[in-house]
T-cell receptor
Framework: DGGITQSPKYLFRKEGQNVTLSCEQN?????MYWYRQDPGQGLRLIYY???????QKGDIAEGYSVSREKKESFPLTVTSAQKNPTAFYLC????????????????FGPGTRLTVL | ELKVEQNPLFLSMQEGKNYTIYCNYS?????LYWYRQDPGKSLESLFV?????AVKQEGRLMASLDTKARLSTLHITAAVHDLSATYFC?????????????FGKGTLLTVNP
């Protein structure tokens, strides 16, 4: 089955610790995204990547870092510089215009719930 | 800065009734998306609206887009309990070039028997 997987489902972080959230897709999508969702809020874009080895900051990139070494993978590191990391993190992917797609429909993974202890 | 506003943010309705959720946005766009989220779950794509006047229907849900008014609506017909969820609209103002979506805060829909 094609889809997007995220791991772990739940993650607990101690103060001052860096943690990495995994996102993998086998949909052959070029573009991948990381969003943060806080209770009662919409999604806010952290980082996105349209091709391998390239990524751009979203609206709330401070305290986060990403890499895109493979088309299938887009891990997110929440660093100790992120002062309020407790949230639900969602990864998404989509085709791009280069692939002949004009819809830019984003498909989401199941999410990782991060809690700071 | 693009603003996407949904209203109402909370909607409690009885089974069998009709209602409409509104999504207003502040900058020109011809691409709008509706998603559904169940509690503690991920987002599920419902509709992709790509042009002025676009209308899509799936079951008891119908979405429309008026790009001149910068308004999309999600109409619920004869609501059933299974429709209880949070509904988000999202807008792409990039013309499809950089794939950034801006989401509304969501409408929490509760359908009561």
């Amino acid at each position: 089955d094609g889809g997007i997987t995220q791991s772990p489902k739940y993650l607990f972080r101690k103060e001052g610790q860096n943690v990495t959230l995994s996102c993998e897709q086998n949909l052959n999508h070029d573009a991948m995204y990381w969003y943060r969702q806080d209770p009662g809020q919409g999604l806010r874009l952290i980082y996105y990547s349209q091709i391998v080895n390239d990524f751009q900051k979203g609206d709330i990139a401070e305290g986060y870092s990403v890499s895109r070494e493979k088309k299938e993978s887009f891990p997110l590191t929440v660093t100790s510089a992120q002062k309020n990391p407790t949230a639900f993190y969602l990864c998404a992917s989509s085709l791009t215009r280069l692939a002949g797609d004009t819809r830019n429909e984003q498909f989401f993974g199941p999410g990782t719930r991060l809690t700071v202890l | 800065e693009l603003k996407v506003e949904q209203n109402p943010l909370f909607l409690s309705m009885q089974e069998g009734k009709n209602y409409t959720i509104y999504c207003n946005y502040s900058t020109t766009s011809d691409r709008l998306y509706w998603y559904r989220q169940d509690p503690g779950k991920s987002l599920e794509s419902l509709f992709v609206l790509l042009s002025n006047g676009a209308v899509k229907q799936e079951g008891r849900l119908m979405a429309s887009l008026d790009t001149k008014a910068r308004l999309s609506t999600l109409h619920i017909t004869a609501a059933v309990h299974d429709l209880s969820a949070t509904y988000f609209c999202a807008v792409d103002i990039s013309g499809g070039s950089n794939y950034k979506l801006t989401f509304g805060k969501g409408t929490l829909l509760t359908v009561n028997p």
